[in-house]
């Protein structure tokens, strides 16, 4: 009779071990349904921890739809930073625990997937736009890996252009520029063609140091976009990193007999004249942007330093002079001093254009000070302190 009492015992305590951590299961989630997240956080978390419980699928769906319910929410989302990783976890093990692949929440663990994939773009977007490329490329590749995760496991064709293109980009900013080939590989082997695809790879095999894949790479896209602007901008860099200037030259008129309008190509082809040396031409293209758009920063700063720095070859040569030099001294500062002011409209307009570019207020300093304009260069001191904080 002892032995059989104690059978019934130990029967009575096991079902009521498993029934106690089923309960911390229905708990987390009646919790979760009343706002009392921290409650359902440690009720749940308690039922992974169980040899049982945390072999049921719906101890890991529910786990993963509590932290997604915590991200959403402001408030606790502030002491949960890792909620959404915790979300995308639990939903994947979940299906990971799954008898034979089947799990009775398929189609919710396959919703909740694609929320936060979607969630873990947006996150990458405002530290992407203020430059913080590290967190911005682990939220996209993050969104990436889920949406490659969803088609994999629930066989569907979702694309996540968006979020590989610019995981890719995020990488390649950060100089992973290996990471950053396998994922702007892995879209033109989905199919998926953008200019903007081929022109990031030739900036990132520039950036390797490899000039003839970032070449043959562009000219895949340049024959199937022909007439796009940004491919045209990333070949002429790859031409001019690679110091080929002739080429970039051609290139650039050929683009702007195919688009007279658009003034950074005039800027671009300026810049390879005053490589080679050729002012004069370099001038003139300058101007001929302007005429096209007076507000071009760019054109204006450019030409503007042209002026400035040739003032200034023009002063290193008077240094070099000798004592007994004295006319041929006079002579280079008047040439000097003209070459310094033939900048100073440029410089101005540019800085009109552009009121914080430190490099304008520098050269527009310098210039002051040289001019013996008082009460600019008193100005311009002010603005560059302000600048600086």
Same mark, same amino acid.
């Given at each position: 009779m002892k032995k059989a009492l104690s059978l019934v015992l130990l029967i009575t305590v096991c079902v009521g071990t498993v029934f106690s951590q089923s309960s911390q299961v229905v708990s987390a989630w009646n919790y979760v349904k009343y706002g009392q997240f921290e409650e359902a956080k440690t009720a749940i978390n308690q039922a992974i921890n169980?040899?049982?419980?945390?072999?049921?699928?719906?101890?890991?769906?529910?786990?993963?739809?509590?932290?997604?319910?915590?991200?959403?929410d402001s408030s606790f989302k502030k002491n949960n930073p890792d909620a959404l990783p915790e979300s995308i976890r639990s939903f994947e093990k979940s299906m990971e625990v799954s008898a034979g692949g089947k799990n009775e929440y398929k189609d919710q663990l396959q919703a909740g997937l694609q929320e936060c994939a979607l969630s873990s773009f947006n996150e990458g977007v405002? !530290?992407?736009?203020?430059?913080?490329?590290?967190?911005? @490329?682990?939220?996209?590749?993050?969104? =990436?890996?889920?949406?490659?995760? *969803?088609?994999?496991?629930?066989?569907?064709?979702?694309?996540?252009?968006?979020?590989?293109?610019?995981?890719?980009?995020?990488?390649?900013?950060?100089?992973?520029?290996?990471?950053a080939e396998v994922l702007y590989q892995s879209l033109l082997d989905?199919?998926?063609?953008? !200019?903007?695809?081929?022109?990031?790879?030739?900036?990132? @095999?520039?950036?390797?140091?490899?000039? =003839?894949?970032?070449?043959?790479? *562009?000219s895949k896209g340049t024959a199937l976009y022909p007439n796009d602007k940004g491919l045209m901008i990333q070949e002429l860099n790859v031409y001019l990193f690679s110091k080929r200037f002739d080429e970039a030259e051609v290139k650039l008129k050929e683009a702007i007999e195919k688009d007279p309008k658009f003034v950074p190509l005039y800027v671009q082809l300026a810049n390879i004249y005053e490589l080679k040396k050729d002012t004069a031409n370099a001038r003139k293209t300058y101007e001929q942007a302007i005429a096209i758009e007076p507000n071009s920063f760019d054109a204006q700063y450019r030409l503007g330093a042209m002026y400035y720095n040739q003032a200034v070859e023009l002063n290193n040569t008077m240094n070099k002079l000798d004592l007994n030099q004295q006319k041929q001294y006079d002579l280079l500062k008047v040439q000097r001093d003209a070459t310094f002011r033939r900048s100073l409209p440029y410089l101005e307009n540019a800085h009109l254009q552009d009121p914080k570019d430190m490099?304008?207020?520098?050269?527009?300093?310098?210039?002051?000070?040289?001019l013996n304009m008082t009460e600019k260069l008193d100005d311009i001191k002010r603005q560059i302190d302000a600048a600086k904080g």
């Open positions: 169980d040899p049982k419980t945390s072999t049921w699928p719906k101890t890991w769906f529910y786990r993963g739809s509590i932290y997604l319910a915590i991200y959403n405002t !530290p992407y736009n203020e430059k913080n490329y590290q967190l911005a @490329y682990n939220s996209f590749k993050q969104s =990436a890996d889920v949406y490659e995760y *969803i088609n994999k496991t629930f066989q569907t064709k979702t694309v996540d252009t968006l979020a590989t293109l610019y995981a890719a980009h995020a990488a390649t900013k950060l100089k992973k520029y290996g990471e989905k199919g998926i063609s953008q !200019p903007d695809i081929y022109a990031s790879m030739g900036e990132l @095999y520039v950036g390797m140091g490899d000039t =003839a894949k970032a070449i043959a790479i *562009i490099d304008t207020m520098i050269a527009l300093k310098e210039l002051y000070a040289r």
